[in-house]
């Protein structure tokens, strides 16, 4: 039986990534902070809890020891902060720590690295895989802008030898916990709620949508079957937000919306929505950042890793007949 331990365990992916090696027979050691929330976390003797920070190298390095296979899915996803230098301090900060620990154990046999679609950058006008570079002539978010610096540090480690092989998410949907990195589902609570009553633009934007239980298989295969040094997009179908709305509409024999919000009024609201933000300390579900990505195209191929991997992932279509009910079921939205 192999020790595995993953980072960012109490996130939205983390979570479910733990169940899953759980069902498949692993023993678990999840890194936790002190005052995360360990609700969604399965319970169980293989399980163990140790209490650390990325940030904090002697905690994270006392979780690597002894582990033979670790999942880095600890990161700080949010389209906004009052103060940007945090992304950097974990996204950047936590994997450089990560490495360090790992240069010092003699235990790991392969590390998966959980980067993310931005550190790719942007795909206008084409759909994007593995080879493609981020061209660093701007920054949609900071967020981005740190995954781009962490991508660096990935490569840089596998040239240098460390058993490393970085997977790339695009837009992560599904059942889970209602945190930012699950923007679908947030995003379909406003339109249901009457908050967000048109689609967002024209619906010129294009995202690559992946389920977080296909993401979960990806991350897994990438332990079993994933080549060391090499990257692997765990994307999904490319569609824009408007559609997502149509296929809600269509579940759940709802209208669709009548108007497009342009988006320089987003924009206008998100200012506003930070400024307020400032005063009550709340986090905005719109800042101007997010308006600076749906300006943009964001598609990729995942055929790389549905060759190598075995990766399958669900249409936008299955996902969502599977994530709406969910959604009613919690109470968030009613149809």
């Keep these: ?90 996204n950047v900060g936590g994997l450089e720590n990560l490495l360090r620990a790992v240069k010092e154990s003699d ?77 679908v589902a947030r995003l379909l609570i406003e339109r249901f709620s009457g908050r967000l009553p048109g689609y967002i633009g024209k619906g010129s934007d294009k995202y690559s949508f992946s389920h977080v239980d296909d993401v979960v298989e990806g991350h897994i295969a990438a332990m079993h079957k994933g080549r060391i040094g090499e990257r692997y997009l765990l994307t999904g179908e490319n569609a824009s937000f408007m559609h997502v709305f149509d296929i809600a509409a269509i579940i759940t024999g709802t209208s669709r919306p009548r108007i497009h919000l342009p988006l320089w009024a987003i924009e206008v609201y998100g200012w506003l929505s930070v400024f307020f933000s400032r005063i009550t300390g709340k986090l905005p579900l719109i800042s101007p950042p997010t308006v600076y990505v749906l300006r943009h195209q964001w598609a990729y191929s995942c055929e790389k890793a549905k060759a190598e991997l075995g990766y399958s992932p669900r249409s936008l279509r299955e996902g969502l007949e599977e994530m709406i009910p969910w959604l009613k079921s919690l109470g968030q939205i009613k149809y």
């Design 1 to 90: 039986m192999k020790k595995i331990l993953v980072t960012g365990a109490t996130g939205y992916l983390g979570g479910r990534l733990c169940a899953a090696l759980l069902r498949d027979g692993n023993s678990v050691r999840a890194l936790v902070r002190p005052t995360s929330d360990l609700s969604t976390l399965p319970r169980g003797e293989a399980l163990e809890l140790a209490y650390g920070d990325v940030t904090d190298y002697r905690s994270l390095a006392d979780a690597v020891s002894g582990c033979h296979v670790i999942f880095h899915a600890a990161a700080l996803v949010e389209p906004w902060l009052p103060d940007p230098s945090k992304f950097f301090s974990v």
């Design 107 to 183: 235990a790991v046999e392969k590390i998966i690295y959980t980067s993310s679609f931005f550190a790719l950058g942007p795909t206008d006008g084409h759909v994007a895989d593995e080879s493609q570079a981020h061209h660093q002539k701007f920054f949609c978010t900071e967020y981005e802008k740190s995954k781009v610096a962490a991508g660096k540090l990935a490569l840089r480690a596998a040239t240098e030898g460390l058993p490393i092989v970085m997977v790339f998410p695009g837009v992560i949907y599904g059942p889970g916990k209602l945190t930012a990195g699950n923007v």
